[in-house]
């Protein structure tokens, strides 16, 4: 038995691994991954890692003695750079190839590059890997200014810890709003005015022409001739997915790896789960998406583990993700874009809010601000496929949870 074959040691393989020795699979596991050690968290990387809080050790999923108790072989420090699909190998950098019976690719994303002059200077930095988070810490304790490029999650994540720090940053972002791309106009309001109190700078609709510097960064250059002193640049525009492995093996992708309702390739021997994968989803009316979270890895792993051991079902779960900006804790339950519609419960007065986002008269998402309870209900509701009616949701006295529980 040659067993099976990870390409990828991130959240999604290694939950992979853990998962069929749940289920009772009992033959050689094999995780193979470009970066040294064993998995970690990336999540604590841009939020208690950065504020020293959590050091390399407690970013690990699991101690070392459980891989030697699982029987799950890290092979870490491996580039993965062929797929041979009729002999069952796939082919390592070093030369070696690994015989597997089932392969399975959890290559993740990669930072999306900065396409302008300079952004190979030293002062510019991305926030993906550990030693990304590691040369940033320490570029952080030295820096005078910063300037975060993308208002996306990691973007306002890091500001909000310059803030912390009483570090002057500001945070240019090509779009009119904060998180444009993922939370309801209503919620970025909320979170950039939140973050302007710290004390952050926000420049929107403006493009980034080029990094001013010699040897290192001093400025962002923008496309309208202002520049934005800054010894320190982190660049955060958006990832992408790590499908070259799979298209050169000639599988078929689409916005990642494009996978079947089992996050199955169409070739039988090969799955593919997590950031680089893109999937049919019954929570976006059957459209294909690509979500990047913790808990798509998780969802998707556990997913293939019981197809590959004998309980296959179709990959159903509500996507929801996280973040951590300072005082505000967002979570997000569903996929709320595009909506149409948008009503919010709480008290804006505290800063304690939800929007609950709808699609005609069904409810597509809910984004909670610090309301952990509100967040856990919209889970529940998703999940069962019961909505709550916009003036359901935004009257305080309906009961949701009551409705959730069905």
């Given at each position: 038995m040659n067993g099976i074959v990870v390409v990828g040691t991130g959240q999604a393989g290694f939950q992979l691994g853990a998962s069929l020795r749940e289920s009772g699979y009992?033959?050689?596991?094999?995780?193979?991954?470009?970066?040294?050690?064993?998995?970690?968290?990336?999540?604590?990387?841009?939020?208690?890692?950065?504020?020293?809080?959590?050091?390399?050790?407690?970013?690990?999923?699991?101690?070392?003695?459980?891989?030697?108790?699982?029987?799950?072989?890290?092979?870490?420090?491996?580039?993965?750079?062929?797929?041979?699909?009729?002999?069952?190998?796939?082919h390592l950098a070093s030369g070696e190839a690994l015989a597997y019976d089932h392969l399975v690719l959890a290559t993740g994303s990669r930072n999306r590059p900065l396409p302008v002059p300079g952004a190979?200077?030293?002062?510019?930095?991305?926030?993906?890997?550990?030693?990304?988070?590691d040369g940033l810490k320490a570029a952080l304790a030295e820096a005078r200014s910063v300037a975060v490029v993308g208002a996306g999650f990691i973007g306002l994540e890091f500001a909000a810890i310059c803030a912390q720090k009483g570090?002057?940053?500001?945070?240019?972002?090509?779009?009119?709003?904060?998180?444009?791309?993922?939370?309801?106009?209503?919620?970025?309001?909320?979170?950039?005015?939140?973050?302007?109190?710290?004390?952050?700078?926000?420049?929107?609709?403006?493009?980034?022409?080029?990094?001013?510097?010699?040897?290192?960064?001093?400025?962002?250059?923008?496309?309208?001739?202002?520049?934005?002193?800054?010894?320190?640049?982190?660049?955060?525009?958006?990832?992408?997915?790590?499908?070259?492995l799979a298209l050169s093996a000639g599988l078929r992708v689409e916005n990642g790896i494009a996978v079947d309702a089992m996050l199955a390739t169409e070739d039988p021997a090969i799955s593919a789960i997590g950031d680089c994968t893109s999937v049919p989803s019954p929570h976006a009316a059957g459209a294909r998406v690509r979500i990047e979270s913790v808990q798509n890895a998780v969802d998707g792993a556990r997913c293939v583990a019981a197809r590959l051991t004998g309980r296959p079902s179709?990959?159903?779960?509500?996507?929801?993700?996280?973040?951590?900006?300072?005082?505000?804790?967002?979570?997000?339950?569903?996929?709320?874009?595009?909506?149409?519609?948008?009503?919010?419960?709480?008290?804006?007065?505290?800063?304690?809010?939800?929007?609950?986002?709808?699609?005609?008269?069904?409810?597509?998402?809910?984004?909670?601000?610090n309301r952990p309870a509100d967040h856990m209900i919209a889970r529940r509701l998703l999940q069962s496929g019961r909505s709550p009616t916009p003036d359901e949701a935004q009257d305080p006295g309906f009961d949701l949870k009551a409705l959730a529980l069905g």
């Open positions: 009992a033959g050689p596991v094999t995780l193979v991954g470009e970066e040294p050690g064993l998995p970690y968290g990336r999540p604590p990387l841009s939020k208690a890692y950065m504020l020293g809080k959590t050091d390399a050790a407690g970013l690990a999923l699991r101690p070392e003695a459980y891989f030697a108790e699982h029987r799950l072989t890290v092979r870490g420090g491996e580039r993965a750079v062929a797929i041979d699909r009729a002999a069952h190998r796939l190979d200077l030293a002062g510019i930095h991305q926030l993906r890997t550990l030693a990304e988070a570090l002057p940053v500001t945070v240019i972002e090509g779009l009119e709003r904060p998180l444009a791309r993922s939370v309801s106009a209503g919620m970025a309001a909320r979170i950039e005015a939140s973050h302007a109190r710290a004390g952050t700078r926000f420049l929107f609709g403006s493009a980034v022409s080029g990094i001013v510097g010699t040897d290192r960064a001093r400025a962002v250059a923008l496309a309208d001739g202002r520049e934005v002193a800054a010894d320190l640049v982190l660049v955060g525009i958006g990832v992408l997915p790590n499908d070259d179709a990959f159903t779960a509500v996507p929801w993700f996280w973040s951590d900006q300072g005082p505000l804790k967002l979570q997000i339950a569903g996929l709320c874009q595009p909506h149409d519609r948008a009503v919010s419960r709480g008290d804006p007065e505290s800063g304690a809010v939800s929007v609950f986002c709808y699609r005609g008269e069904r409810l597509a998402g809910v984004e909670s601000l």
